[in-house]
Every structure is written in structure tokens, then in C-alpha cells.
T-cell receptor
Framework: GESVGLHLPTLSVQEGDNSIINCAYS??????FIWYKQESGKGPQFIIDIRSNMDKRQGQRVTVLLNKTVKHLSLQIAATQPGDSAVYFC???????????????FGTGTRLLVSP | EAQVTQNPRYLITVTGKKLTVTCSQN?????MSWYRQDPGLGLRQIYY???????DKGDVPEGYKVSRKEKRNFPLILESPSPNQTSLYFC???????????FGPGTRLTVT
């Protein structure tokens, strides 16, 4: 079946370092990718997204890279801060073969720990 | 304020007792979805809806029902809950499903 997986369940970094969280997806028909941040006790919050016609997109302190050849997605966080500590999920979306509606498939999440 | 609300936030129930978790959004979004979150498994989609009266199964629909009679509401129904449905449930909404989804605060359900 279709899957989205993250490479590391936990990533520990020092404050000020750059963080890179990786994700792999299995379905080459996926055409939209998104990263979410989930803090303890809260619902996921949108960070950044990218469509399959792009290979890089930048936001504030975050960059998403998409490599469709190897079906790999990464999230880079510059100058990581303690407030970045959370679980990060990647997700890929594609149209359902039955209905044409969009379905999101989430990865299992990487916990980012930022120490001062 | 744009938001997705869910009720209740916490629920403890017994096997077989029907329950409904409500979800409402105030952004006039077309797309709404339910997910369950379990340790080590991430978020898995249960059902989603593209518009009023239009719903489709996600990856783990067994044991759940949904309805979309109004655009703003998308309740999740467990007709006969079982302990394996103990989980953290999230409702989300967006314009198309292939765009930023806004998540509710979650409902923690325990079935004994």
C-alpha cells in the first residue's frame, strides 16, 4: 500500500543549529506535499507545502526540498530555537482513483528536541 | 477567528455504546476530514468529505460513520465502539484537500 515514512523518529539538535528532517514517500502519483508541526496537546499546524512542479520552496526560517526522482522530501529549519521543539509530520496528497478527491497520507512523525 | 472546533475534547465510554464526536468549521471550507492518531502510526485518515452529502473512505474507515448534511459540520459516529478505537481523533478542514488543512484541537477517546 501507499506509505509515507520519516527516516528518524527523534532528532536532537542544539539551539542555533540548522535542523534537517527527512521523509520518503512511495507513490509516484503524489502531487502535493506538506509539512506539519504538532506541539504537545495540540492539533497539527501547517508549516509549509510544495507541489510536484517545484523542487524547492522557502518560508520564514524553513525550506522544503522535493526530490521526485528518489521520492524524498526534506524540511530544513534554520537557526533552530527551543520553540521549534515538536513532532514534525510530512504528508503527501494525491487524487483518489475512485472519486478524484484528494487524500492525504501522513508519515509517522519525527520528534525534534532542541537543547539550549 | 478562523477555527475548527471539536466536542467533546475528552470522552471515556464503554464498549458498544454509540457516540458522536462533533466537528465544526467557520471558514466555509469545502473539504473536511477525520483522522486518528496512534503512537508510532502517525495520523491516519478515517473519512473525508468534499462537499455536502459527498463523503469517501480514508485508509481506516472500519467501525466509523460520517455525515455531511451542512457545509460547516462533519460529525464522526461510532455506532458500536470497541477498545481498539481508543485513540486521539482530529478533525480538519481546507478548501480542496490538496492545500493547508486546519486541524481541530483533538478528541481523546477511551473505550473500555
Amino acid at each position: 500500500g501507499e506509505s509515507v515514512g520519516l527516516h528518524l523518529p527523534t532528532l536532537s539538535v542544539q539551539e542555533g543549529d540548522n535542523s534537517i528532517i527527512n521523509c520518503a514517500y512511495s507513490n509516484s502519483a503524489s502531487d502535493y506535499f506538506i509539512w506539519y508541526k504538532q506541539e504537545s496537546g495540540k492539533g497539527p499546524q501547517f508549516i509549509i507545502d510544495i507541489r510536484s512542479n517545484m523542487d524547492k520552496r522557502q518560508g520564514q526560517r524553513v525550506t522544503v526540498l522535493l526530490n521526485k526522482t528518489v521520492k524524498h522530501l526534506s524540511l530544513q529549519i534554520a537557526a533552530t530555537q527551543p520553540g521549534d521543539s515538536a513532532v514534525y509530520f510530512c504528508a503527501s496528497s494525491r487524487a483518489s482513483m475512485n472519486t478524484g478527491f484528494q487524500k492525504l497520507v501522513f508519515g509517522t512523525g519525527t520528534r525534534l528536541l532542541v537543547s539550549p | 477567528e478562523a477555527q475548527v472546533t471539536q466536542n467533546p475534547r475528552y470522552l471515556i465510554t464503554v464498549t458498544g455504546k454509540k457516540l458522536t464526536v462533533t466537528c465544526s468549521q467557520n471558514m466555509n471550507h469545502e473539504y473536511m476530514s477525520w483522522y486518528r492518531q496512534d503512537p508510532g502510526l502517525g495520523l491516519r485518515q478515517i473519512y473525508y468529505s468534499m462537499n455536502v452529502e459527498v463523503t469517501d473512505k480514508g485508509d481506516v474507515p472500519e467501525g466509523y460513520k460520517v455525515s455531511r448534511k451542512e457545509k460547516r459540520n462533519f460529525p464522526l459516529i461510532l455506532e458500536s465502539p470497541s477498545p481498539n478505537q481508543t485513540s486521539l481523533y482530529f478533525c480538519a478542514s481546507s478548501w480542496t484537500g490538496a492545500d493547508e488543512q486546519y486541524f481541530g484541537p483533538g478528541t481523546r477517546l477511551t473505550v473500555t
